[in-house]
C-alpha cells in the first residue's frame, strides 16, 4: 500500500522558514491555514511527490524547536549539475551549510541547517536500499 509521507514541523518563524524552504528546495505551498484550533500552517511539496513539509506555529503556546543533528530530511539528486544549482539554491535561500555528524553524508553531498536548527541533505546519488545508514 503506498502512503503519503508529511513531515511535521514546528518554527520559530512560519513566513521566513517557508519562504527558505520554497526557494532552497524549489517547493510549492500547497496549502496553508490560520488560526486552525491557535495554529497556523504552511504544507509545502513538489508535484507529483509523495510526501510535503507542514510547518506550524502555535498562537497560544510557545513551541521551541528542538531538533538534533542526526534529525535530517535527506533528498537524493543523481545528476551533478542538478544537484550543484540545488546546493546553490540552498545557500541563496538562507540555509546554513553545516558538517554532518556521520561522515556518511559528506562523502557524497552536502548539509544544510534552516533557521531552527533543522537538517536536510542533499545527496548526489541514486537512492537505494543498500544504501541506507
Avoid at 510526501?51 to 543523481?78: G, K, M, N, Q, W
Avoid at 539554491?89 to 558538517?99: I, L, Q, S, W, Y
Wanted: some cysteine; charged content about 25%; glycine content about 6%.
Amino acid at each position: 500500500m503506498p502512503y503519503h509521507l508529511r513531515i511535521a514541523r514546528p518554527v520559530a518563524d512560519l513566513k521566513q522558514t517557508a519562504d527558505m524552504y520554497v526557494r532552497g528546495l524549489d517547493l510549492r505551498v500547497i496549502d496553508k491555514f490560520e488560526d486552525h484550533d491557535g495554529f497556523d500552517g504552511v504544507m509545502l511539496g513538489a508535484p507529483g511527490a509523495d510526501y510535503h513539509f507542514e510547518l506550524t506555529r502555535s498562537r497560544d503556546h510557545t513551541v521551541r524547536p528542538t531538533p538534533t543533528i542526526e534529525d535530517l530530511a535527506v533528498f537524493y539528486i543523481p545528476s551533478a549539475p542538478e544537484w550543484n544549482a540545488a546546493c546553490a539554491r540552498m545557500r541563496d535561500a538562507g540555509f546554513k551549510e553545516v558538517p554532518p555528524l556521520n561522515p556518511f553524508w559528506e562523502a557524497n553531498g552536502c548539509t544544510f541547517e534552516d533557521l531552527d536548527g533543522y537538517r536536510v541533505v542533499l545527496q548526489q546519488a541514486e537512492w537505494g536500499h543498500d544504501e541506507a545508514t
